[in-house]
């Protein structure tokens, strides 16, 4: 079937690469395989998938420098694969251009439940591109006239926590680094002050959640980052 989404496998522990294979292809994926960096790059380049599962640790170059280099010409979503208890690595994939990640061992469960949401998100953008209304559970927002409405009534926000949601927003189910919500909602000059983020998360979730202490929207990721998603 054509419409299927294609997903492009970058791994090369043979269990693993069996389990993903077996796994998406019984969930109506078409799935591609590479086992090396190399090759990895040049199948995304040849054959551009829908979403990239990539392992982070291949025989021929680290995970990371296949997201970097593919970053250097599309934005196709790619989920890493690490080991569990490596937090360095997946934050310095997510800052590399990573969509998410999975830590080893994951369940099945979790490995779809992954790729439908940057699959979601992907087809979120491609929609929403020109949208200057967001809306999400009771929140409506108008980019245009940068105006939030909760159960239809205006929420006073800052500047600051306005561009904190607007950018988790933007990046739908997308786990947002520290670093990059330094840098996004900042400038390029804060990138190590990661106490600013929790000081206006907090005050963003008093605003947007009906429970800011049970947050249902901006969830934390913890010791990395935050996550939003509309429908959670
Ligand atoms: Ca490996």
């Given amino acids: 079937m054509p419409d299927q989404p294609r997903i492009l496998v970058i791994e090369d522990e043979p269990p693993l690469q069996k389990l993903l294979r077996v796994t998406l292809a019984a969930s109506g994926y078409q799935v591609i395989e590479s086992a090396t960096a190399g090759d990895g790059i040049i199948q995304a380049a040849t054959t551009p998938p829908d979403l990239i599962i990539l392992d982070l640790g291949l025989p021929d170059a680290d995970g990371v420098e296949v997201i970097r280099r593919i970053r250097e010409w599309s934005s196709m ?47 979120t953008l491609q929609t929403d591109s020109a949208a200057t209304q967001i809306s999400f559970a009771n929140i409506q927002i108008d980019l245009a006239k940068r105006e939030v409405l909760k159960s239809g009534n205006r929420l006073q926000l800052t500047p600051t926590e306005y561009r904190l949601m607007i950018t988790l927003v933007k ?47 901006f969830l934390t990721e913890t010791g990395i980052g935050y996550r939003f998603f509309a429908d959670n």
């Fill in 77 to 123: 979503p790619i989920i890493v694969v690490t080991a569990r208890g490596k937090e360095q690595d997946k934050i310095v994939a997510l800052d590399a251009g990573a969509d998410d990640y999975l830590t080893k061992p994951f369940s099945v469960g979790e490995l779809l439940a992954r790729v439908r949401v940057v699959l979601r998100h992907l087809a």
């Fill in 171 to 217: 990046n739908s189910g997308k786990v947002m680094t520290h670093a990059q919500l330094l840098k996004e909602v900042w400038g390029p000059d804060a990138t190590h002050e990661n106490h600013y983020v929790r000081v206006f998360m907090n005050q963003l979730r008093q605003k947007i959640e009906d429970d800011p202490s049970d947050p249902k929207h």
